[in-house]
């Protein structure tokens, strides 16, 4: 009861924003179980549909399936390749729990997102940091180190410089701009959904009733609907660029 | 000056210039986009993948001046 109570709360401190109280022992907040929410519904949203997979689907069969396909074909064949049904098992869940922790923010009653918590994408991007570079050393070796930091056909003088340039933008902003990037758009977007619902109530109730509300109001309802495909473009996005740079650790530049 | 008013005034600062830059690539990246698509609508698909990419690259960093935003504000509160 407690925790369904915290799942649909309503803050009454604007700083919760950025800093949520913990409910249960452990440090165990709302977020940390909206996060557990998200995890089950993605469980339930892969597993109910395979389970018993027929070759006439239902409803749900079938739109399950045409966004696997989705992944599968646009992320996994396009940019991978031939390989990329050895990473399916983290490109299509990674998108399922995103597009979930994402499409919260607009959730009624929850309106929370959850990757709006620099914790969740610095963690899913020192993941993929792991990944990637676990698959390159598998692939190449510890040569993997070399073909990434010096690129094939530079002079020999302007190694000093390169390298220490390459280093930083494969090993260090990669995952940081991963992380960055998921973490700034929800947050801006949230701030947004924010700051037109609260001028709206503010001018309901403070302002000139009808003629003032109105106006943040239809912008709140734009953002909304613009928060959808951010959600959803987020969590393409940030499979995308796994995809890419698990392809670029399999094969030596040339 | 006093450092409170240099933070805050770095932070509008900090994402007001983060911002000109990648607004002006990603009108660049969507414009040539278009123009590919239009040209061969049967590549339509893989330009579109390619173009989020784009964005996704040019859009960093905004969201990097955003970020030092939130950071410069902490510091002024």
């Known amino acids: ?254 | 000056m006093d450092p409170q008013a240099a933070a805050l005034l770095g932070a509008g600062l900090s994402y007001g210039l983060a911002a000109i830059g990648p607004g002006i690539g990603i009108g660049i990246v969507v414009g040539n986009a278009v123009q590919a698509m239009v040209r061969q609508p049967e590549m339509a698909g893989q330009v579109r993948t390619t173009m989020f990419l784009g964005i996704a690259f040019t859009e960093a960093l905004a969201l990097f001046g955003l970020l030092l935003f939130f950071i410069l504000f902490g510091q002024a509160g």
């Open chain 1, 1 to 254: 009861m407690m925790v369904w109570a915290q799942i649909v709360e309503v803050p009454e401190d604007i700083n919760h924003l950025f800093d949520w109280p913990a409910v249960l022992p452990w440090g165990i907040n709302r977020v940390v179980l909206l996060t557990f929410l998200a995890t089950i519904l993605t469980f339930l949203f892969l597993y109910i549909p395979f389970r018993k997979p027929r070759i006439v689907p239902t409803k749900f069969q079938a739109m399950v399936e045409s966004l696997v396909e989705m992944v599968r074909n646009t992320i996994g064949k396009e940019v991978i390749g031939s390989e990329s049904a050895k990473y399916e098992w983290l490109l299509i869940p990674m998108f399922f729990w995103l597009f979930f922790l994402n499409i919260f923010e607009i959730t009624p009653f929850i309106n929370f997102p959850v990757t709006s918590r620099m914790a969740i994408p610095a963690f899913l991007a020192m993941f993929v940091w792991v990944v990637f570079i676990f698959v390159g050393i598998k692939k190449q070796g510890l040569k993997y180190f070399i073909n990434t930091l010096v690129p094939p056909g530079v002079p020999a003088p302007l190694l000093i410089l390169i390298i220490p340039i390459e280093f930083i933008s494969v090993f260090l902003i990669r995952p940081i701009s991963l992380a960055v990037r998921l973490f700034a758009n929800m947050i801006a977007g949230h701030m947004m959904l924010t700051v037109f619902f609260l001028t709206t109530s503010a001018y309901f109730v403070l302002g000139p009733k009808l003629i003032a509300f109105p106006v943040p109001f239809a912008f709140a309802v734009v953002i909304t609907a613009f928060e959808v495909f951010v959600s959803v473009l987020q969590a393409f996005i940030f499979t995308l660029l796994t995809a890419v740079y698990i392809e670029s650790s399999l094969h030596a530049e040339h």
